[in-house]
Nanobody
Framework: QVQLVESGGGLVPAGGSLRLSCAAS????????MGWFRQAPGKEREFVAG????????YRDASVKDRFTISRDNAKNTVYLQMNSLKPEDTAVYYC???????????????????WGQGTQVTVSS
C-alpha cells in the first residue's frame, strides 16, 4: 500500500504561482510513475502532468505545458508540481497519482493508476 498526501494548494490571484507537493509513504516512490490530475466542478478528471520513475522523462498536457513543471525527489519520497502564470481555468482539485505505466491513452485517462491522493484545492481568482 502507498499513501499519498498532497499539500500546497490554496487561493492565488491570476498570474500567481503555487507549488504542490505529494508525499508518499508505505513504499519507495521510485517504484512508481507519478502524475498529477485535476478535476474542476462539473467536469471530468483530466491529466495534468506525469514523470517517469527516475525523473528523466516528463509529459505535460498542452494546456499547462509552458506554465507547469513536474519533478520528483525519490530520496524524499516526494513529487512536486510547480505552477506558474496561473489562470482562473486552472481552478480545480489537484490529485497526486502513483502508476506503473508511463504513457498511453489509458494512462492519460487515469485508468492505470494504482494509488490516488485525497486531493488539494487550487483556486485562482480573476
Amino acid at each position: 500500500q502507498v499513501q499519498l498526501v498532497e499539500s500546497g494548494g490554496g487561493l492565488v490571484p491570476a498570474g500567481g504561482s503555487l507549488r504542490l507537493s505529494c508525499a508518499a509513504s508505505g513504499r519507495r516512490l521510485s517504484m512508481y510513475v507519478m502524475g498529477w490530475f485535476r478535476q474542476a466542478p462539473g467536469k471530468e478528471r483530466e491529466f495534468v502532468a506525469g514523470i517517469n520513475w527516475s525523473g528523466a522523462a516528463t509529459y505535460r498536457d498542452a494546456s499547462v505545458k509552458d506554465r507547469f513543471t513536474i519533478s520528483r525527489d525519490n530520496a524524499k519520497n516526494t513529487v512536486y508540481l510547480q505552477m506558474n502564470s496561473l489562470k482562473p481555468e486552472d481552478t480545480a482539485v489537484y490529485y497526486c497519482a502513483a502508476d506503473r505505466i508511463f504513457g498511453g491513452s489509458s494512462y492519460l485517462r487515469g485508468e492505470t493508476v494504482d494509488y490516488w491522493g485525497q486531493g488539494t484545492q487550487v483556486t485562482v481568482s480573476s
